[in-house]
């Protein structure tokens, strides 16, 4: 099982940077991932990175988006979203999310951001941009 705490949020004015962290702690082994989510008022949840605990490997839903990335600290196994050049549109709820993935298609499939692709997902954080 995984607990997941969210931190980091807040009110920014546009083209700030801003760092979120997701606090990860229940795992036995490191096989885990651990993914970044958004969801804005009014709109659907929207998948944004992944991580893969065991090597660090990373996936975007969006390759084109590159003003987020997804890190992740070995030691410790807190994960990272730092957002470069924010914009309001970037106003919304960020969660993290884990889950204990059963093949590489998880990842090459992009399974982890479909609809129940992740088990546990931690409270989210606020994030509004806005000058």
């Known amino acids: 099982q995984l607990q997941l705490v969210e931190s980091g949020g807040g009110l920014v004015q546009p083209g700030a940077s801003l760092k979120l962290s997701c606090a990860v702690s229940?795992?036995?082994?490191?096989?885990?991932?651990i993914a970044w989510f958004r969801q804005a008022p009014g709109k659907e949840r929207e998948a944004l990175a992944c991580?893969?605990?065991?090597?660090?490997?990373?996936h975007y839903k969006n390759s084109g988006n590159d003003r987020f990335t997804i890190s992740r600290d070995k030691a410790s196994g807190t994960v990272y979203l730092t957002m470069d050049a924010l914009q309001p549109e970037d106003t919304a709820e960020y969660f993290c999310?884990?889950?204990?993935?059963?093949?590489?298609?998880?990842?090459?499939?992009?399974?982890?951001?479909?609809?129940?692709?992740?088990?546990?997902w931690g409270q989210g954080t606020q994030v509004t941009v806005s000058s």
């Open positions: 991580i893969e605990s065991k090597d660090g490997t990373t």
């Open positions: 229940g795992y036995t082994l490191n096989w885990h991932a």
């Open positions: 999310a884990g889950s204990y993935p059963t093949s590489r298609t998880y990842y090459t499939g992009n399974f982890w951001a479909a609809p129940g692709g992740m088990g546990y």
